[in-house]
C-alpha cells in the first residue's frame, strides 16, 4: 500500500522532533514527570546490555498495562523458560513497579527515527507486543524494517478514538496493516479494525483478566496487619482529586456507625498524599502517610506509594474502586476480585464496562453515587457466596484467554526460534 501523504509528513517531520522534545522532556523533568538520571532512554539510548537468547518486547503506557505486560510475560515464560523480557512504558509509577519488582526496564523512546532506530537496533527484539492502543509510527517503522513480528494485544479503542481514526482513514489503514497480528478487547474495537483492514481480529476479551505474577509478601505488611488486628478497614483505591471529599464524607458516615474503623486512601496519584492529609484534618480526622513510614494509628491511613496495592487489599474486608463518582471512566476492579473482596464503584467505568457488566449479573459489585451510599455499602457488604462466585468467574475467564494468547504469541516466537541460523 503506497504511504499515505499524512503519514509521509509526519515521517519526515520527525526528524526534528527531537529538539522539540528535550524541551518538553525538560519541562517534564522540572514537574517531577521525568527521571531526571534515566533521560537519555527517552533517546533511545539504552542503559542496559540485552540478554542473550530470545527477547520480548512489551510496551505498556502506564501502570496498569504495564501489570497487563507483566501477566503476559508469566505465560509465555511459563512455556518457554528461555525467554527474557524487555518492558517499556512511559511513566515514573510505571517504571518504578518494573524496576522495583527486579524486571529489565528502559523508557520508552520519543518517537523519532534516530530514538527508535537507535533503540531497536541496540535490543534487536525477536517479538514486540504493543499493548492497548500505543501506535506510534516511528516504532512501527523502525520494528518492521528489521522484519521482526509486530502484534497488537489487548486493543482498546474507546469512542473518540475510534472516531479520530475513522477521520484518518488512509492513515489508520497504513499504521495498524503494520502489525502481524491485533486481539481485540471488545467488539467495537474489532468491529473497527475489521473495517480498516478487512480482516476481523480475533475478540479474545479484555486481557487484564489475567493475574498478575504473586510477589512474596514483604514483612511489614504482618506488622500493619498486628497494629491494625482488632479494627473494621476499607479501601479506597485509586483515588482521584474529585473524589477525596466524598470519600471523606463517607468515611464520616462510617464511623458514626463503627467508631473504630480505619480508612485506607490510596490515591491514584501517589503525589497528592500532603494534600490528602491537609484534608482529613480539615475534616477533623487523624491521619498517617505510608510515604513517610507511618502507621496507621489514626482514622485515615493515607497509603502514598507506588507498587503497594496487594498490601493495603490484604488489610481490607471491602474496596471501592475509584475514577468511578461524579467524573472519570473507572478502574480496573481485577485486584480486589482476585484478593476475594467485595467491590464498591460509582457508575462511571466506561474504561472497564465489560468487566463490570459481568461483575454486576453476579450481583458482585454494589454501586453508588454518593458519599451516603457509599457508607452504607461499606457498612452492609454483599454476602460471601457472591464475592466467591466473582472470584470463581474470574479464574475460569483467565485460563480460557491465557491460553488463546499463549498459543497465538508463542507461534511468533517458534517460527524465530525453529529458523536455521
Same mark, same amino acid.
Not at 499504521?175 to 475478540?203: H, R, Y
Given at each position: 500500500?503506497?504511504?499515505?501523504?499524512?503519514?509521509?509528513?509526519?515521517?519526515?517531520?520527525? /526528524?526534528?522532533?527531537?529538539?522539540?522534545?528535550?524541551?518538553?522532556?525538560?519541562?517534564?523533568?522540572?514537574?517531577?514527570?521525568?527521571?531526571?538520571?534515566?533521560? *537519555?532512554?527517552?533517546?533511545?539510548?539504552?542503559?542496559?546490555?540485552?540478554?542473550?537468547?530470545?527477547?520480548?518486547?512489551?510496551?505498556?503506557?502506564?501502570?496498569?498495562?504495564?501489570?497487563?505486560?507483566?501477566?503476559?510475560?508469566?505465560?509465555?515464560?511459563?512455556?518457554?523458560?528461555?525467554?527474557?523480557?524487555?518492558?517499556?512504558?512511559?511513566?515514573?509509577?510505571?517504571?518504578?513497579?518494573?524496576?522495583?519488582?527486579?524486571?529489565?526496564?528502559?523508557?520508552?523512546?520519543?518517537?523519532?527515527?534516530?530514538?527508535?532506530?537507535?533503540?531497536?537496533?541496540?535490543?534487536?527484539?525477536?517479538?514486540?507486543?504493543?499493548?492497548?492502543?500505543?501506535?506510534?509510527?516511528?516504532?512501527?517503522?523502525?520494528?518492521?524494517?528489521?522484519?521482526?513480528?509486530?502484534?497488537?494485544?489487548?486493543?482498546?479503542?474507546?469512542? %473518540?478514538?475510534?472516531? *479520530?481514526?475513522? *477521520?484518518?482513514?488512509?492513515?489508520?489503514?497504513?499504521?495498524?496493516?503494520?502489525?502481524?497480528?491485533?486481539?481485540?478487547?471488545?467488539?467495537?474495537?474489532?468491529?473497527?479494525?475489521?473495517?480498516?483492514?478487512? *480482516?476481523?481480529?480475533?475478540?479474545?476479551?479484555?486481557?487484564?483478566?489475567?493475574?498478575?505474577?504473586?510477589?512474596?509478601?514483604?514483612?511489614?505488611?504482618?506488622?500493619?496487619?498486628?497494629?491494625?488486628?482488632?479494627?473494621?478497614?476499607?479501601?479506597?483505591?485509586?483515588?482521584?482529586?474529585?473524589?477525596?471529599?466524598?470519600?471523606?464524607?463517607?468515611?464520616?458516615?462510617?464511623?458514626?456507625?463503627?467508631?473504630?474503623?480505619?480508612?485506607?486512601?490510596?490515591?491514584? /496519584?501517589?503525589?497528592?498524599?500532603?494534600?490528602?492529609?491537609?484534608?482529613?484534618?480539615?475534616?477533623?480526622?487523624?491521619?498517617?502517610?505510608?510515604?513517610?513510614?507511618?502507621?496507621? @494509628? %489514626?482514622?485515615?491511613?493515607?497509603?502514598?506509594?507506588? %507498587?503497594?496495592?496487594?498490601?493495603?487489599?490484604?488489610?481490607?474486608?471491602?474496596?471501592?474502586?475509584?475514577?468511578?463518582?461524579?467524573?472519570?471512566?473507572?478502574?480496573?476492579?481485577?485486584?480486589?476480585?482476585?484478593?476475594?473482596?467485595?467491590?464498591?464503584? %460509582?457508575?462511571?467505568?466506561?474504561?472497564?464496562?465489560?468487566?463490570?457488566?459481568?461483575?454486576?449479573?453476579?450481583?458482585?459489585?454494589?454501586?453508588?453515587?454518593?458519599?451516603?451510599?457509599?457508607?452504607?455499602?461499606?457498612? /452492609?457488604?454483599? @454476602?460471601?457466596?457472591?464475592?466467591?462466585?466473582?472470584?470463581?468467574?474470574?479464574?475460569?475467564?483467565?485460563?480460557?484467554?491465557?491460553?488463546?494468547?499463549?498459543?497465538?504469541?508463542?507461534?511468533?516466537?517458534?517460527?524465530? /526460534?525453529?529458523?536455521?541460523?
Amino acid at each position: 500500500m503506497k504511504r499515505p501523504f499524512s503519514l509521509w509528513l509526519y515521517l519526515c517531520l520527525s /526528524h526534528w522532533f527531537g529538539w522539540l522534545y528535550r524541551s518538553l522532556i525538560a519541562v517534564r523533568v522540572w514537574q517531577g514527570k521525568e527521571d531526571r538520571a534515566r533521560i *537519555k532512554e527517552r533517546f533511545g539510548k539504552a542503559s542496559a546490555i540485552r540478554p542473550n537468547g530470545q527477547l520480548v518486547w512489551i510496551h505498556g503506557a502506564s501502570v496498569g498495562e504495564c501489570i497487563l505486560a507483566l501477566a503476559l510475560a508469566e505465560k509465555l515464560r511459563g512455556a518457554r523458560s528461555d525467554l527474557s523480557f524487555l518492558f517499556t512504558s512511559g511513566t515514573r509509577t510505571s517504571a518504578k513497579l518494573l524496576v522495583d519488582a527486579g524486571h529489565l526496564h528502559q523508557f520508552l523512546p520519543v518517537d523519532t527515527p534516530t530514538a527508535m532506530r537507535r533503540f531497536v537496533s541496540h535490543w534487536r527484539p525477536d517479538l514486540v507486543i504493543l499493548l492497548e492502543s500505543e501506535i506510534w509510527p516511528n516504532l512501527l517503522n523502525s520494528v518492521k524494517a528489521t522484519d521482526t513480528p509486530l502484534v497488537l494485544v489487548n486493543a482498546r479503542l474507546n469512542t %473518540g478514538s475510534r472516531n *479520530k481514526w475513522t *477521520k484518518r482513514p488512509r492513515l489508520s489503514k497504513a499504521l495498524f496493516e503494520q502489525f502481524n497480528w491485533i486481539s481485540a478487547a471488545d467488539q467495537p474495537t474489532a468491529d473497527f479494525v475489521s473495517q480498516l483492514t478487512g *480482516k476481523m481480529p480475533p475478540m479474545l476479551g479484555n486481557l487484564k483478566l489475567l493475574a498478575t505474577p504473586a510477589q512474596d509478601e514483604p514483612a511489614w505488611v504482618q506488622q500493619l496487619q498486628n497494629t491494625i488486628a482488632a479494627r473494621p478497614v476499607w479501601l479506597a483505591a485509586s483515588i482521584h482529586a474529585y473524589e477525596d471529599e466524598v470519600i471523606i464524607e463517607a468515611h464520616r458516615k462510617v464511623i458514626e456507625q463503627q467508631p473504630n474503623a480505619l480508612l485506607i486512601l490510596a490515591p491514584r /496519584h501517589p503525589e497528592r498524599g500532603e494534600k490528602i492529609a491537609a484534608l482529613c484534618s480539615k475534616a477533623g480526622f487523624s491521619n498517617t502517610r505510608w510515604s513517610q513510614q507511618q502507621p496507621p @494509628t %489514626g482514622a485515615v491511613f493515607i497509603a502514598d506509594t507506588i %507498587g503497594d496495592m496487594q498490601a493495603w487489599l490484604s488489610l481490607a474486608t471491602i474496596v471501592f474502586v475509584g475514577g468511578s463518582i461524579g467524573a472519570g471512566t473507572g478502574h480496573n476492579p481485577l485486584e480486589a476480585v482476585r484478593a476475594n473482596l467485595p467491590v464498591i464503584s %460509582g457508575k462511571y467505568v466506561a474504561s472497564f464496562a465489560d468487566i463490570y457488566q459481568a461483575l454486576d449479573k453476579l450481583s458482585a459489585v454494589q454501586w453508588v453515587t454518593n458519599a451516603s451510599e457509599l457508607a452504607d455499602a461499606v457498612l /452492609h457488604p454483599p @454476602t460471601n457466596a457472591q464475592t466467591l462466585a466473582a472470584t470463581h468467574w474470574l479464574q475460569q475467564a483467565a485460563d480460557g484467554l491465557g491460553q488463546q494468547v499463549r498459543v497465538a504469541l508463542l507461534s511468533y516466537l517458534d517460527e524465530k /526460534h525453529d529458523a536455521p541460523t
